[in-house]
């Protein structure tokens, strides 16, 4: 696998429901990190996980959100009870190492409640 | 001291025109200066990046130009081009620390006109 894949592409929810959002790294990576991006701003840094272990989770809301990265399968983001504001784009990037060289983006996820 | 400021927030130029794109940040414990790329719809892309032991570096038509001592680095698009319009974003981030996790600006929208 080429790219860090994300899905889905676009994900529409109703107010209160989940938001479980996927982002599979790229081969040989083990690192995956989650950014936000409200429109017409920059990204957000939310979560920086490596398999089955959570090592930065200084930008994630205290509440609602949650975020796995699991010895088998794709890293997820959870967004419990989803509020019109949660609505943005969520980009997943991934890593081989803890060194900032090999950063590389999926195409996001596009987040819209309604 | 987490911010990186970006300016400006929209560049308009010619076809053949230079591009210049400025960044400043306060925390003296960022070592690592990435600029990305982003297209409508996409990821951020990783275009050129610089680590503060060096006053510039050049891939092609793009230049990191870096002043250490006053905070402050840009991005210089030469000879720009229509394909060269899209969302430009500068960032930083400290392998000091016991994350990767970068600290973007908040965008440049750069259109290039025929």
């Known amino acids: 696998n080429a790219d860090v894949m994300q899905n889905p592409r676009h994900l529409v929810r109703r107010r209160g429901q989940e938001a479980r959002l996927r982002c599979s790294p790229m081969k040989g990576h083990s690192h995956v990190y989650w950014y936000r991006q409200l429109p017409e701003e920059g990204l957000k840094f939310m979560v920086y996980l490596q398999k089955e272990n959570i090592i930065d989770e200084s930008g994630m809301p205290k509440e609602r959100f949650s975020a796995e990265f699991p010895k088998e399968g794709p890293s997820i983001l959870r967004i419990q009870q989803v509020v019109r504001g949660d609505s943005a784009a969520y980009f997943c990037?991934?890593?081989?190492?803890?060194?900032?060289?090999?950063?590389?983006f999926g195409s996001g996820t596009r987040l819209t409640v309604v | 001291q987490q911010q990186v400021k970006q300016s400006p927030q929209s560049l308009i130029v010619q076809k053949g025109g230079i591009s210049i794109i400025n960044c400043a940040y306060e925390?003296?414990?960022?070592?690592?200066f990435p600029w990305y790329q982003q297209f409508p719809g996409k990821g951020p892309a990783l275009l050129i990046a610089i680590r503060p032991d060096v006053s510039e570096k050049k891939e092609g038509r793009f230049t990191i130009s870096f002043n250490k001592s006053a905070k402050q680095f840009s991005l210089h698009i030469m000879d720009s081009q229509p394909g060269d319009s899209a969302t430009y974003f500068c960032a930083a981030s400290s392998n000091r620390q016991n994350t990767d996790k970068l600290i973007f600006g908040t965008g440049t929208r750069l259109q290039v006109f025929p």
């Open positions: 925390n003296t414990a960022f070592d690592y």
């Open positions: 990037a991934s890593s081989p190492d803890r060194s900032n060289y090999g950063y590389t």
